[in-house]
């Protein structure tokens, strides 16, 4: 399964948290890059967090609130939200590539999964 597909967007309010996961295809997962985005409406797209298999790096915006990492005996990349905000909502996905982080090859990318945070 190369196609990400992301799960548990939802509505909370300011100050919740919630814990989306992704499932892309084995091989990716254990040996390339993933990644965790976001798209609020008129806004544009920002890289939250990616990970492979040496490095774990956070786009500055979201350090301390955001967490991605791997659980391995469900095959899943999670993106563990705290304290969220309602500047927080916007549409979360899910990219995949065939390459290293570094390169940002990110030519998979699932439909994505809303949040909405309110007050």
């Known amino acids: 399964q190369v196609q990400p597909v992301e799960s548990g967007g939802d509505s909370v309010a300011a100050g919740g948290s919630l814990r989306l996961s992704c499932v892309v295809s084995?091989?990716?997962?254990?040996?390339?890059?993933l990644g965790w985005f976001r798209q609020a409406p008129g806004k544009e797209r920002e890289e939250i967090a990616v990970?492979?298999?040496?490095?774990?790096t956070y786009g500055d915006s979201f350090k301390g609130r955001f967490a991605i990492f791997k659980d391995y005996q469900k095959e899943r990349l999670i993106l563990q939200m705290t304290n969220l905000k309602p500047e927080d909502t916007g549409m979360y996905y899910c990219?995949?590539?065939?390459?290293?982080?570094?390169?940002?090859?990110?030519?998979?990318w699932g439909q994505g999964t809303q949040v909405t945070v309110s007050l």
């Open positions: 990219a995949a590539s065939g390459d290293y982080c570094w390169r940002r090859q990110f030519g998979y």
């Open positions: 084995g091989y990716i997962y254990t040996r390339f890059c």
């Open positions: 990970i492979d298999a040496d490095t774990t």
